[in-house]
């Protein structure tokens, strides 16, 4: 749930794969599917599907599924075409939110978001009118026990990191998407191992949510897209109020 804190949103995924474990798998073998499609089967020629693996790691995600997946990428197995698609929202309170999504069907999904859409009273924005507010970058968290914090800022910048952060949590270390994978590697080269790592988008601007009944329809819209089958992410630019 990209539109709570990083921290939250830690949370929030560790919770999902205990409740949704078998849906989860499957929007991650469609990633899987889709980068070793694009550029091989082999994580060490094909960044894109490191990635991928590094979300299944977190995931506990079996390697049988794994190895099923790639094969469908690369032609081992009969598998169906995936197509991906960025879907710009503008959600409750003037919320925006990017969803990107992984179909096999896009005049199904479409039809799909756009009722879920009505459902909460919002609909699709026009094109450009919510990419603009976000950037993409490389993001890596790690809790505040696991590392001291001077070690972990002079390898995360040493490494080409554009920006890190202190907070009471923990630490957020940003890259451009280009040196992400250095930076990640870096860390872990150190036996360090993030709560969260990976590409995402970032909200330039964000709308503080205060009202309660403002909070529960943005994070009912954003539960309810992440549920659907074929969303692979929802980043948004609200900022929750803090537990």
């Not at 609909?123 to 968290?141: C, E, W």
């Not at 205060?210 to 980043?235: F, M, N, R, T, W």
């Given at each position: 749930?990209?539109?709570?804190?990083?921290?939250?949103?830690?949370?929030?995924?560790?919770?999902?794969?205990?409740?949704?474990?078998?849906?989860?798998?499957?929007?991650?073998?469609?990633?899987?599917?889709?980068?070793?499609?694009?550029?091989?089967?082999?994580?060490?020629?094909?960044?894109?599907?490191?990635?991928?693996?590094?979300?299944?790691?977190?995931?506990?995600?079996?390697?049988?599924?794994?190895?099923?997946?790639?094969?469908?990428?690369?032609?081992?197995?009969?598998?169906?075409?995936?197509?991906?698609?960025?879907?710009?929202?503008?959600?409750?309170?003037?919320?925006?939110?990017l969803v990107e999504l992984t179909t096999d069907n896009r005049n199904r999904t479409s039809q799909e978001i756009r009722s879920l859409l009505r459902e909460?009273?919002?609909?699709?924005?026009?094109?450009?009118?919510?990419?603009?507010?976000?950037?993409?970058?490389?993001?890596?968290?790690?809790p505040r026990e696991a590392v001291n914090e001077d070690q972990l800022m002079e390898i995360a910048l040493e490494a080409g990191a554009e920006d890190f952060k202190a907070e009471a949590e923990g630490f957020e270390?940003?890259?451009?998407?280009?040196?992400?994978?250095?930076?990640?590697?870096?860390?872990?080269?150190?036996?360090?191992?993030?709560?969260?790592?990976?590409?995402?988008?970032?909200?330039?601007?964000?709308?503080?949510?205060?009202?309660?009944?403002?909070?529960?329809?943005?994070?009912?819209?954003?539960?309810?897209?992440?549920?659907?089958?074929?969303?692979?992410?929802?980043?948004?630019?609200?900022?929750?109020?803090?537990?």
């Amino acid at each position: 749930m990209s539109g709570h804190s990083k921290w939250a949103k830690v949370k929030h995924f560790k919770g999902a794969i205990d409740a949704k474990r078998g849906k989860i798998f499957s929007k991650l073998a469609k990633e899987i599917t889709i980068a070793a499609k694009t550029a091989g089967g082999d994580p060490a020629m094909n960044p894109r599907l490191r990635m991928v693996l590094l979300k299944c790691r977190a995931a506990n995600m079996p390697n049988d599924n794994i190895e099923r997946a790639v094969k469908r990428g690369t032609g081992g197995e009969d598998g169906v075409s995936y197509e991906e698609l960025t879907y710009e929202i503008y959600g409750p309170n003037g919320v925006a939110m990017l969803v990107e999504l992984t179909t096999d069907n896009r005049n199904r999904t479409s039809q799909e978001i756009r009722s879920l859409l009505r459902e909460h009273g919002c609909s699709l924005a026009s094109a450009g009118s919510v990419t603009r507010l976000f950037h993409r970058k490389g993001q890596i968290v790690l809790p505040r026990e696991a590392v001291n914090e001077d070690q972990l800022m002079e390898i995360a910048l040493e490494a080409g990191a554009e920006d890190f952060k202190a907070e009471a949590e923990g630490f957020e270390i940003i890259t451009t998407p280009g040196q992400f994978e250095a930076v990640h590697k870096a860390i872990e080269a150190k036996g360090l191992k993030p709560a969260m790592a990976g590409i995402t988008e970032l909200p330039t601007i964000t709308v503080p949510l205060s009202d309660p009944h403002a909070v529960a329809s943005v994070e009912k819209l954003i539960e309810a897209l992440e549920d659907h089958d074929d969303v692979k992410e929802v980043y948004s630019n609200a900022e929750f109020p803090h537990a």
